[in-house]
């Protein structure tokens, strides 16, 4: 089974748009703010920078630094 979380099934996952984006949002919004921080339970929009972020499909093996999610959490991005 493939790592990549670009993919089609369900649970958290990135590139396109749908409810595991939004879940994977407000998990990362939960950790940059407290690292200890329980995993996201509902499908509410989070911040639309971070939603534009992860909707993008990124070349395989790309990393964001914590002042990139940050900067797309904030619209700076």
Known sequence: MSEDPRRDAPG????Y?????SILVLLITRLLDDITAPA???VSRGPAGLEKLL???WPD????????????RTGQM
């Open 61 to 72: 093996g790309t990393t964001f630094t914590r002042a990139e999610l940050d900067a797309a």
């Open 40 to 42: 996201a339970d509902d």
């Open 55 to 57: 909707q993008t499909a």
């Open 17 to 21: 748009a749908g409810g595991g984006t």
């Open 12 to 15: 958290i996952s990135w590139g």
